[in-house]
Structure formats: C-alpha cells, structure tokens
C-alpha cells in the first residue's frame, strides 16, 4: 500500500440521504455517513437496523432506491460489487461469501482480478499473510477449515486488492477473544498505513475499545454520530436501542437437582468430510439448572445437536441418558415423547416452515399436545394453541393465519420459543437462541429460559455469544474440535478463561500450548 | 423501459388460482395462432380440436374414460411431489398394474366370479406400489436419485409387457397378432353411463382424489408429507421419519397408477396389448402441476387434459394434423403454467430506467 | 472376417453407440456445474435430432445438419432457461415438460421425414496411421462426429479445470450468492451453461440421426437422454468419467445386439432391457457413497436463485 498525505479535508468515503426499502422493510431511511482516510469508523446497530444493508450498497451488490455516493470526493455509482472493488473498496462478509469445495487460491483468484497464474497468487497469498501476521495456506480445501481461518481467508482476499476501504461486517462473532486482540491488532496496523475501515457491530465495549468514530443506526435511520470514546456503554446503548439494556434477575442455581440430560463417552464420526468428529463427550444437566457449551461454530456444536435432538442416533443407547433411561438410539420423535424440546439455530427451514402459516407451524412439534384424533388434524386445538403462544409470548404477527416468513427474525423466535416451551418440558436444548433477534426479543427469550429453569427444567443453551452465556448460564462448558471441556461454574470462571479454552486448551483439551498460540 | 420483477411483500393468494388458468388461457390462444399458422380455418380447427369431440354425451364419456386413469396418476404422483419425492415413471407404474391385473384375469379364464374385478384392481394396485417400491427402496437404501430409476423402470415395464403379448401371454386363436385372448365379462369394468363406454373406473377415480384430499389435507400424516416437501430440515428437526415419506410418496404413485392401468386393461381395451396407454403416466405430471397438486385442480386438469387428448385424435382425423399435436399442446401448457407462477411471488413493475442512480453531487466535507 | 477384426468392429460400434452420449452428457455436466439441473436432455435430443435429420435430408450437408441440430438444441434449451432462471421455475418440472415438449414436437415435426433414408457419412481415414493394425482402424479411421466428441472432452475437461471462466463456472455452481457477492452475473453464466447444454445435447440427436442409424423414428433417443443424466451422476460431475461411463453403455448396447444376432435363446425385449437396468444399477453403485457424491456435486444444483429475492 502506497503512503498517503494525512487526513486531509476530503473524505475518503461519503454517502448522502442513502434509502433502500424492500417489500416488508425500509432498510435504510436517507442515512449520511462519512469515513476519512485512515480512519476506524463504526456503524453501530442492533440486529435489523440496517447495518447490513447499506455495506452491501456501498460493496455494490445492492442498488439504493435513492441517495448519493462520493468516493474521495468524486460522485460515483457503484453497480456491482467488481466495480467497488476497482475503487478501492474491500468487503469481509459475515456470511462469508467462500467456496467449500475450492482450495484457498482458488477463492481469492476469484476475486483478484489478475490471477491467472495460481503459483504466482500463492506467493502474493504469502506476503500479505506475513505482513499482516494472518497465517493461512493456500493449498487448502475450504471446507476443512475453521471459521476462523475462513474469516482470515476473507481478509486476505480481500487485502490483496489493496484497498482503500475496508468493511468488516461483525467480524469478531465467529473469534474466540485472544484471536479478536489479534484481528484488532491487524485493523490497526491497516489504518496506520491510511486504509479507512468501515466496522460493523453491535457490541459495545469492542466499538469504544478499536474505533474513533461511530455512526449509529435505528431502525434504518442515523440516531447519532459519536467518537464512541468520549461516550458511556449505556449512552451508546441509549441511541441503539432507544433505551438502556436490560439487565437480568438471575437467582443462585439449585445445585440439588436431579441429573435429567446425561451424555456418557458420546463418540461419533462425522457423516461427511465437512463435519466434525465427535470425541468421547460427558456432559449432565440437573433439573433446574442453565449448562451453557460456548466454543466457535463448527467445531461440533451441529454434530452435537443432532445427536442430542434424536436427528442422528447413537449406535449405543447408553451414550445418551434423559433422567436415567437410555435414549442413544432413540429418534427426534421419541425423544419429544420423553419431554425434550428444541430450539434450533436455524429458524425458517428448521424451526418452521417459512411458506406455512404459523398455526401449521404450531403443529410441527405440538402435535403431542392432544391436536391429532385417529389420525387427523383438529384444527381447533391447532389455532387456539397458537393463539395461546402468541399472546403469550408476545409475538408481533398478522394472526396465525400468517406465514411463517413474514415475520421478523425476533418474532418468529419468539414463535418458535414458545411453541417449545408451552409444551411443558422436561429438558430444554437451545442452539444459539437469540442470534441475529433484536434486543427486546433477545430480553424475552432469555427471560424465558430462566424462567424454564425455575420451574425444575434442565436447560441446555449452546452459543457463540460469551456474553450471553455468562448471563444466564450457571454452569459453562466449552466445544472445541469435537471435544468438550469440563463445565465450570459460571461464578468461578471469566471470560479470558473460557476464551483460552475455546482454542482447545482445557483439560485433556484437543489442542497443544503451541497450536493454541496462533490464531483460533 | 423495460419490464421488471419485483418481489411481492406477501405470495399473491389469488395468483395460484389465476395462473392455471391463464396458462390454459394462453395454450387455448396458442392454438389458436398455430392453427391459423398452419393454413387451417382457426375458428373451425379450434372447433374441431376442442369442441367437437365433446358436443354430445357419448364425446363426454370418451372424456371421462380418460379422466380417470389421468386423476387417478396425477393424484398418486402429487403425494410424491408434494413430499418433493420425483416418481416420474407413472407410466411405468400403469404398465405393471395393467399386466397383475390382466395377469390375474388370464389367470382365471372361466371364473364369473363377482370377486375377479376387485381381485383384479388389488392386483394392479400391488403390481403399481412392487414396481414404485424398487426406486423406492433404491433411494432410501441406496441414494439412488428416483427420478431416473423410475423413468429407466418405464422402458423396463414397457418391454416387459411387450415380451408377454409377444411370447408367453399371446393368444393362441390371434392369428399371431401380438395381443392376449379378450377378458371375460366378469373380468370387464361395467359401463356406469348407457350409451358410452364410460366405466367404473370413473367413480373408483372420484372415490380416489375424495380419498386423496382428506389424506392430504386433514391428515396429519398428509401434514407431515406437506412439512418434508416444503422444508426437509423442519420436517427431520420434529422427527418425521424422510424415509417413510419417501415410501409413502413412492407408494401412493405406484398404487393409484397400477388402478389406472387395470382400468384400461379391463376396460377400454379388454385385453393386453403391447402398448395399454397413450402417455397417461407422463401427461399425468403435468396434470399434477395444473392442479396445483390438489385433488379438485387435478380434476379439472385432467378434463382439460383429456380434451386435448381427444382433440389430437379428432385433429388426426379431420384435420390430418399428426397426433403428436397432442404433446406439443401438453408441453406448453406446463410451460405457461411454470412461467405463470412466477407471479405468485413476483409482480410485473414497468421501469423506465436503471434505478439506484447517483448523480453528481456536492463534495461534502 | 478373423477374431481379431470382429473385436475391432465391435469396439468401432461401442464408441458409435457411445458418442451421442458422450455429447449430452458433457453438455449437462456443465449445466449442472453451474448449479442448473436439466431434465430435458431427451427432449433437446430429438429436437436436435430431428432438425439435424431436415436439414441433412434437405441440403445433403451433415455440416449443415450438426449446424442446425446444435442450434435447435440450444433454442429448447433457452425455453428452459427463461424458466427456471429468469421466471424461477422450479428446475424439475421444467425439465420434464422440455422433455415431454421435445418428445411432442420432434414427433409433429418429422412427420414426412419417417421413410426419408440419408446417406451414410464416410469415416476419416488418416492417412499413414489409419493403416494401421488394430488400433488403426480402432483409432484413425472413424466417422468426423466421434473426433468431435473427443475433442469435446478435451475442451470441456480444459475448461473446469484449467480456465479462470471455468473456475467461475464451479463457483457459481457451488455457491451462487457468493459468487453474486464479489460480483459474478450468475445468471448470465448459468444462461451460457445451460444453452451450452442444449447445444451439446442436439449435437448428440444429430449424432444419432445422421451419422449413427441415420434415419429419423419418432422417440428414436429411447432414454439416451435420460441415461445421460445418469452418466453425469456416475461420472460424478467430472469430464473424463463421462466417456468411461458412455463407451460402458455403448458396451452393453452393442452386446444386447450381438446376442440377438448370435441367437441366444432369451426374448430380444428381455434384452433390450439391458441399458436401463444397467443404468439404474450404476446409479445405486455410485450414490450409495453420500460423500463422493456431496463432494462432487455442485452444491446449488437444482435450486433456483435469483438475486433480489430477499
């Protein structure tokens, strides 16, 4: 990258009254941002404020309905993410936009626009990984990597194109802490040598810690522009949310629970090359206890799901207990019938079925609860239950009758949350249960399974989220390369603790002190 | 300016009504232009093709006896499709429902037996639900993609049926003909309307999609088959088992086809022959699509369905337009159907031009 | 003729009755890498076919007749195209209803070309080589459409595995929102995979109806299509297997033939029944290894996408 002059008057980036509505949502309501040479600029949001939006119309793969856009000063159009690219601008996905079954050369080539020659890119891979300390092998299928090396194969591409703009779209929710010191450390050297970033988030302390100045969005509109520095975590939060964060009533554990979801020496290959490999897992939950497992995603959490929810079947019965009976080999169904509920990672395709109504929705897993006579459907149980788990959990809809897709990602959560929980369970398994909802929902669901552990259920949460974690949990293990830590009492463990075990460094862990040093 | 497709907030409800509709719409005027293309008297050819072979009652029971076997299919394989499980060898499944039902009356050549027929249709219901059981078992064993295991199971069934006629089944007093001996009466389907060659076959059709719409539409296992089709991971995430729907999705195909295939072997035809059906087994997908998968769209799909069968013999004969006008007719309509759909999800916005311009602008500072 | 020359017309006849395969199996090779599932191989068959065999009949010019079946098939398949990628039909049925469409058509339209007779087209001999023993005969003098195809693999094998436009090809097969996310028009490059598809497919009609039999039947493709969708499985989506698989079923093709002729006691319908059974038992061999077959696959294949849909 060429030395530039410093900050000088001309912005590197501009935008003007930007506006995108879809058919459901305006995105983006006439929102004005700057961002100057070398700077670290933050676009704080919570989750359906629009954050996501407006990255992908300044990266050009969405087209604003209106607004403008100056780059370095000059107006330009940006039609389509090569285009960007040409400016100067780079652009690190949270969804990373990678191709599995592709080696890492192959996936940057794609993007860098002069790559003929694959050795030669090999080499240029090199230079910036070194430059840069983002260690990564070109040769690599994508598909064996971690999530983490995926975000650094992102970053790479993305830096090979010496760019002038960088937009990091949440970049640290796939990092266990020590690896987000390391990509902080990266971000600054970046904009040392003048390249502007352009940092997405929602968490608070990482925005005052890396940034110098901070755009804020609500709703899809600008509710202020701050140096995040100069302000409190709870003034910020003030202008993202529109009041202060909820804080929860959480009681001391009942230690003196019954052992209601044991897993003993649970083993399992995975089905295919991109899964993890399950190794010799034990875990418990009492009755009226939250167990939370935190750990980067993809190093079992899915495999680990599955086989809790009955999706996949253990070959031995006894590597699964649900209050003393074996269940390993019992299906999803069966284990429903045994009082598991299951909140899945996945909402519409997993959790419910985007083109039914939620009423059908309510039958997916509520069937149990007296809604089928000889074989047939009474809708009038069907209706008046989703009725119940609507008002009940206060989800925002058109009535029951309406598609599952209609409604936000909070709402449907919500939905979905209820309709497990009012089956009156006897073991709750959760699978990052407020990712990607907006606050208030996220206050509700996590209300909700407190309030599942006050009434003697065992609960299981399984999320990336730390912070989250370390809120309702009482217990907290950590999934790392298929393995799983010991589960350490929430009030005797710290953040730093669980982040250096997230790297495999635990107990009989799967990692050694030297593979853990590098990035995780 | 150009037309554009915009995404509709909501799927327009109306829309999966109209657009059957306006797919027989457009096949009705595109006949209309390719008659007229073709030098005939559009208004005459259209008469002949569509009109005509239904303006008195004996045209409607040559109507209806199609009807029946392309319902009964159509019914069979929108349970498979609606569970996104691709049986497309119907004609397969008819072929081999024809040759156990046929095979039961060759069987029995002196029975007068009130039990043969129902005897019969058992045995073509076997013989339909044996020859789905084999994708299947493939699929759900093997991963075997169904699609092209029961379409290869069709040209099996076909030169299966056409070794009998030809050896071991063929009738002695033919006169060498490739064909089996006539059934005996009480191995025909009696005719339901004077007059016509209307046969039961027709009520055991209607009785199946009455059958049909309670399955699929107040059952619970129907439910579950409408989950797997729509979102195979909801339908694994609550436990319902994929390869049972699979199975059943396969069986209810193979089971309604094989009814169809007794139907033409103990009615219409009233023997075997090397060839039992004009393609009901395919036409019979489309007849799902146009019917929305839906018991009472299929019926009416199957009408206009049947017509154009009709159509293409009466063009053959007055108009000496080749039969093959018949799948010409077929394939296009499912064309306009497919395209109309998109409406459903997508509305037609005129654009005058690229939106999401950026004018030149100010510098801001 | 000796030992040695039956077996080497035996092995001529096997990559005749192996090459229209070999060309719509390559063609839906790549529309499946590009994420598009093609059902209607049989339908661009014959339309191919069919318009191949006029413009034979008519002109006399075979290279006329690869011309106009290429473009035929490419026609059928840009009706797919503006489906299931500009209109979002789902891939299947319209797959089905090309075929059932082609099937129709083919039929209406080589109506008075069902007793026309073509001549046949004589082989390349390449001089020097073409003389010599076995493999001369096996290798250098054969008719120009098997060269093609030959030369088809080549290109095609070249083009995933050695071209940038070809690497874009398998992205955008295996994820169309990436690929659409740095900036690929994934549907214009699905639009040239799939008329690519189409062409290939009516090269292989055209193979069949002027160079192979040469004359034109209604249906005269008897499933080829479809047993080249099932080479593309069994080839597990990778060039050079395509022509193993295809030469396999020219294989038992040309037996079934040979004991026919040889008078082996089994009805010539229970034989005939020989590919299809063949193609259903190499498809349970092949998929039966789910990971072979999620590794290879195109990981979009047969899902609809569109850039807006939200």
Known sequence: MSPRPPAAATPRLALTGISKAYPTVVANDGIDLVVLPGEIHAVLGENGAGKSTLMKIIYGVTKADAGEIAWNGEPVRIDNPAQARRLGIGMVFQQFSLFETLTVAENIALAVEDSRDLDALARRIEEVSARYGIPLDPKQLV?????????????????????????????????????????FETLRLLAREGCSILYISHRLDEIKELCDSATILRGGKVTGTVDPRDESASSLARMMIGKALPVFAHGEADEGGEERLVVAGLTRKADTQFGTDLDDIHLSVRSGEIVGIAGISGNGQQELLAALSGERT???????????????????????????????EERLGRGAVANMSLADNALLTAHRLNMVRFGLIRFGEVRSFADRCVDRFNVICGGVEADAKSLSGGNLQKFIVGREFLQEPRIVVAAQPTWGVDVGAAAAIRQALIEMRGAGVAVLVISEDLDELFEICDRIAVIAKG?????????????????????????????????????? | MWVKLEPRAEPSRAMIYVSPLLAAGLTLATGFVVFTVLGFDPLAAFHAFFVAPIDDLYGWGELGLKVAPLSLCAMGLAVGFRANVWNIGAEGQLTLGAICG????????????????????AAGVVGGMAWAAIPAFLKTHFNANEILVSLMLTYVAALFLSYLVFGPWRDPQGFGFPETRQFQDAATLPIVLDGTRLHAGMPIALAVLALGWVFMMRSFLGYQIR???LAGGAAQYAGFSHKRMVWIGLLAGGGAAGIAGVGEAAGPIGQLLPSISPGYGFAAIIVAFVGRLHPVGILLASMLMALL??????????????????????????FFLLASDVLINFRLRVVRRAPGRVAPTERAT | MTGLETTVAILVSILGAGTPLVFAALGELIAERSGVLNLGVEGMMLVGAVCGFIAAAETGSPVAA?????????????????????????????????????????????IDYTSVALPSISPVHIPGLSDLPLIGPLLFSLDPLIYLSFAALAGVSWFLYRSRAGLVLRGVGESPESAHAIGYPVIRIRYAAVLFGGAMAGLGGVYLSVAYTPMWVEGMTAGRGWIALALVVFATWRPARVLIGAYLFGGVTIVQFHLQGAGVEVAPQLLSMLPYLATIAVLVVISRDINTIRLNSPASLGKTYHPDAH
Request: net charge neutral; aromatic share 6%; glycine share 14%.
């Open chain 1, 143 to 183: 598909h064996s990597q971690s999530v983490g090396e995926r975000q650094r194969v992102e970053i790479v591409r993305c830096l090979l194109q010496k760019p002038e703009l960088v937009i990091m779209d949440e970049p640290t929710s796939v990092l266990a802490p020590q690896a987000v010191r390391k990509l």
């Open chain 1, 314 to 344: 253990s070959r031995e019965a006894s590597e699964i207990h649900f209050g003393g009976r074996q269940v390993g080999r019992l299906g999803a169904a069966a284990r429903r019938d045994l009082g598991l509920v299951f909140v899945p």
């Open chain 1, 483 to 520: 393995r799983l830590s010991p589960a350490k009492r929430t009030s005797e463990t710290s953040i730093e603790e669980i982040g250096l075990w997230m790297s495999g460094l635990f107990p009989e862990g799967p990692a050694t002190p030297a593979e853990a040093s590098g990035v995780g």
């Open chain 2, 102 to 121: 046929g095979g039961l009356a060759l069987a029995f050549p002196d029975t007068e037996s009130a039990w043969l027929l129902p005897g019969m249709i």
């Open chain 2, 227 to 229: 989950v797997a089709g």
């Open chain 2, 309 to 334: 069968y009709l159509g293409g013999e009466a063009a053959q004969m007055n108009l000496g337009l080749p039969s093959a006008v018949t799948g010409v007719f077929q394939g296009t309509l499912l």
């Open chain 3, 66 to 110: 690869v011309i106009v079946g290429v473009l035929a098939g490419a026609g059928m398949a840009l009706i797919f195209g503006v489906l299931t990628l500009t209109l979002m039909a789902n891939q299947v049925a319209t797959g089905l209803a090309l075929t059932i469409f082609g099937i129709g058509v083919s039929a209406y339209i080589g």
